[in-house]
């Protein structure tokens, strides 16, 4: 009866792994370079700041980039004025996405957000992409990044597969945040149909859409 028993139980188990391969790839993170990496030093802050992340708030710069700037320089620079200007911890934002498609780490998500604008900002992942989407658009290697970024963060803080929003979704009629070339695609569907995708361990059909009508029509430079 033992033998019978073991017999049985191989083939049914192999069945159930490849069923289960059919529809679920694991997902594989995109390459973050760590805050260490591009010489972050915060502050150490205070228990009132703890947080358990719960959702991705997507923000862009809303400065114009300009090529040649160096993603690294602006992290250190945001970090000092954020210490001298605002007397913040660290850099406001949890991972930030230059234009050529680089993520970089900022403060630690066990950390919630500063912001400029008046809302509660505990349990949100920042995500900033540099650029101003209101005069420049979006590059398809920032939105590749953001998806992967967003993506990634679902899966490691295990939070719902449309736990993202936006801060102009958040802090309603203060700001235009993250821009209307970028807010196009959260509007559509697009991105929310890419994270799942993403999720799923498929490689998502990421496209930039055509110009809107009254711009932007000028490219971020990478
Ligand atoms: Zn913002």
């Not at 970090?79 to 850099?91: A, I, L």
Request: proline share 8%; aromatic share 10%.
């Amino acid at each position: 009866m033992k033998s019978a028993l073991r017999f049985l139980a191989a083939p049914v188990l192999v069945a159930g792994l490849v069923a289960g391969c059919a529809t679920q790839q694991p997902f594989t993170p995109p390459t973050v370079v760590s805050a260490a990496q591009w010489g972050s030093k915060p502050h150490e802050f205070p228990e009132s700041y703890r947080q358990t992340p719960k959702m991705v708030l997507i923000h862009h710069a809303g400065e114009m980039w300009k090529a040649g700037s160096d993603p690294e320089q602006k992290l250190r620079n945001l970090q000092t004025w954020g210490f001298n200007e605002k007397k913040w911890m660290d850099v406001p934002y949890h991972f930030l996405i230059s234009p050529d498609g680089r993520i970089f780490e900022g403060r630690s998500v066990d950390f919630k957000p500063d912001t400029n604008t008046n809302f509660d900002t505990t349990g949100y992942i920042n995500v900033q992409l540099w650029g101003n989407f209101e005069e420049q658009r979006v590059t398809l290697a920032q939105l590749k990044s953001v998806v992967g970024t967003t993506a990634m963060l679902i899966d490691r803080y295990d939070m719902p597969k449309d736990a993202f929003t936006t801060h102009k979704d958040v802090a309603e009629g203060q700001t235009s945040c993250p821009g209307k070339d970028f807010h196009r695609y959260i509007e559509s569907g697009l991105f929310k149909q890419w994270v799942e995708d993403s999720l799923k361990g498929k490689t998502p059909a990421i496209e930039l859409l055509p110009p809107l009508e009254g711009g932007p029509t000028e490219m971020t430079p990478e």
